[in-house]
């Protein structure tokens, strides 16, 4: 049997970003989230606000190691892979991930430093700025791969001479037609998965005791955030969708399973679409509705997948699920933090065990529906690399072999799944640590303390060596 090094590439480059996706999405959340705490800290001067933050600190310093070593791997991919769209769109991608680098990545590094090893020795002030620009460097990261990845989705502003792409205008490249609602999706999901892990997190201690204070604070600002983010994430979620259906009509009939070009179009709970039928073999769906969530009209005419030939077409079923799955954790996600809110009468979202024990369980779905939507979002442009301008075949490398893609397939799967077990094994650490009580975290605090200047007014320099005195 001979081994296809165009699947296997495709395999190998869905793992390695879908590994690596879970981890920006949650660091990015998280960053903000620790920088607010260090804000309330600095504001309020409460220990709970600084336990909290160095305990997420130290989650935050695990999860970013993990995101760096898996993040790497992928831009070796463009070189072993797929060198001939490498060259195709090295004026284009070759500065957008350096720019990333330079203004990102060097950014959070330097900072996180700070954040991390500055505790006690330098000024409040400093570290909360830090813990600021650790923030911002995530959010500046995630911008510029991001309109990288809406590029190749939604091209702009290049011309395709002589198989190399050129930039004609980098305005329009950069802020490319799905730019805009792609980085907002994105970034809310980000702090969706930020606000279920720290509030699943923060039931577990509730439900053991401990630190009640401080996770009863924490708990409460995630369930807020939730309570606004949930619905309004489902808002983007839909201009974000109308957008596509703009851009890549292929992509959204797929996503219904709408095969012909019609109005009325169900929307569908259940179907098994059958793409060498060009059909779906069944069908559960609320009439019409389709129509009216992308049309705002019953009658309106909804693109099917038939439009494009058969050699166009995404992988459907795929498309189809994963969009479904998505969608069914978003209005659990939103369910949840209506529960919250209605449970906040007399303090019971801090007692009720159930839903403690859901926010626990809760802490997994952000995951999956990031997941679930990298899939529909790359899924759903197949054949095409860049969309309607390269496809996967014409993007790979020309001289790859079947044996070589699957030797360097399964290297990875066994490299990432010992950096999965040893990350998830030391955030399990952490987690199972917890806060330190504040009697301990006063005592760490202090062995950080700075000495006061040798040749302060109330020492000598042989007093000072003698008998240090610590202050802040």
């Not at 498309?319 to 069914?328: D, E, L, S, Y």
């Not at 066994?414 to 009697?439: C, H, I, K, Q, S």
Request: proline residues 6%.
């Amino acid at each position: 049997m001979e081994l296809d090094p165009l699947l296997l590439s495709r395999l190998q480059f869905a793992f390695v970003v879908s590994f690596h996706a879970i981890f920006p999405v949650f660091t990015i959340g998280l960053a903000s989230y620790i920088a607010v705490l260090h804000g309330l800290f600095y504001k309020t001067d409460n220990p709970a606000w600084d336990r909290l933050a160095m305990f997420w600190t130290r989650v935050f310093a695990v999860v970013f190691g993990m995101g760096v070593v898996s993040g790497i791997v992928m831009s070796f991919q463009f070189g072993t892979n797929w060198s001939n769209f490498s060259l195709a769109a090295a004026n284009f991608l070759g500065p957008m991930l350096s720019y990333e680098v330079v203004t990102a990545f060097f950014l959070e590094a330097a900072f996180l430093g700070v954040l991390l090893f500055g505790r006690g020795k330098v000024p409040e002030g400093v570290h909360l700025f830090a813990a600021i620009m650790v923030a911002v460097g995530t959010f500046i990261s995630s911008f510029w791969i991001l309109s990288a990845n809406s590029w190749m989705q939604t091209p702009a502003g290049v011309e395709l001479i002589d198989g190399s792409f050129r930039v004609t205008a980098w305005g329009e490249a950069i802020f490319n037609p799905s730019f805009g609602w792609r980085f907002a999706h994105m970034v809310m999901a980000s702090f969706l998965t930020g606000g279920f892990v720290v509030a699943g997190v923060s039931a577990w201690y509730l439900l053991i005791r401990r630190d009640v204070e401080a996770n009863r604070k924490a708990l409460s600002m995630c369930l807020w955030l939730l309570l606004v983010l949930t619905p309004a994430q489902a808002l983007v979620g839909d201009f974000h969708g109308l957008n596509t259906l703009e851009h890549q009509p292929t992509k959204v009939a797929a996503m219904e399973g709408n095969w012909e070009t019609r109005g009325n179009v169900p929307l569908l709970l259940f179907a098994w679409p059958d793409k060498q039928a060009q059909a779906n073999r069944f069908e559960i769906g609320i009439p019409s509705l389709a129509s009216v969530i992308l049309k705002h009209d019953p009658s309106g005419v909804v693109p099917g997948i038939s439009e494009a030939p058969p050699e166009e077409q995404p992988p459907v079923a795929i498309v189809f699920w994963a969009f479904r799955i998505m969608v069914a954790i978003g209005f659990l996600m939103i369910a949840v933090a209506l529960t919250g809110l209605w449970l906040r009468r007399g303090g019971r979202v801090y007692e009720h065990r159930g839903y403690l024990q859901l926010l626990r369980v809760m802490t997994v779905t952000p995951f999956l529906a990031v997941l679930a939507g990298w899939f529909v979002t790359e899924t759903g442009r197949a054949p095409w690399l860049v969309y309607g301008m390269m496809t996967h075949a014409e993007g790979l490398t020309p001289s790859l072999t079947g044996g070589m893609a699957l030797f360097t397939l399964v290297g990875y799967v066994a490299v990432y799944a010992v950096v999965f077990w040893a990350g998830v094994y030391y955030l399990t650490r952490v987690v199972r640590n917890g806060m330190l009580p504040e009697d301990e975290h006063a005592a760490v605090d202090g062995e950080v303390e700075r000495p006061m200047r040798p040749l302060s007014a109330a020492h000598t320099p042989f007093e000072q060596d003698a008998a240090p005195t610590w202050r802040r």
